[in-house]
């Protein structure tokens, strides 16, 4: 990432300062340096909300909950970001650590797997929570490299990917097929309910998980 020494021993220097400073300060801010990494970004953005600003919001960490805290999420690589209120200095929490946070209106939940053959670990976005199930999305970026200008950099564009949640199984969900295998029990209901709404599972794939699954939790 780095092309000389000088800037490796500034690089190093930056967080052995940043360590001095906080030394037993509060738990909240104990991650890694966060290096930005915008200026290689041609096309898109890898934030969410399409924007750079911190925005206050709320993290669950190490189980203690953290109320009004400046946060950044970078979808792209999948980290939290905040800033330190003496120092300035931007840094991503340990993901590990991260049970849950609320940003720019939305809740998200560190889901672990169950199995490596399972859903990847990382943050998910909760669209709907019900008793008997709830309904996930998480946030996705694709890279692609971008020689126009001779010097390499990348295009990011989104990508979503929905799941639905039952008891601890957490399901990926991209066709209609997919919602009906998953509310097997209720396929009858669910089916006639997708096609008095009108729900074709396209354009609005969004919203339409999210009103299959409130109404299956309301049967």
Known sequence: MYNDTASHHAYNSTIDHYKKILGNELGLY?????????????????????????????????GVLYENIPLLYDIYQNKLITIHPSTKIRFSF????????????????????????????????????????????????????????????????????FFIKIKDKVTPVSRKKDILKIYDNERKKISHFMRTEKLRFRNNKREDIIKITRFYNEL
């Open 30 to 62: 104990n991650g890694s340096v966060y290096v930005d990494y915008t200026q290689t970004v041609s096309q898109g953005s890898s934030f969410l909300g399409d924007s750079t600003y911190l925005s206050y919001g709320n993290v669950t960490y190490d």
């Open 94 to 161: 340990v993901n590990e650590r991260v049970e849950a946070f609320t940003l720019l209106g939305s809740y998200f939940y560190n889901l672990k797997p169950v199995s490596v053959y399972t859903i990847k670990p990382g943050y998910y976005e909760r669209l709907y929570s019900g008793i008997k199930s709830s309904a996930y999305q998480r946030h996705e970026k694709q890279a692609r490299n971008d020689l126009s200008d001779r010097i390499v950099k990348i295009g990011l564009s989104d990508k979503n990917v």
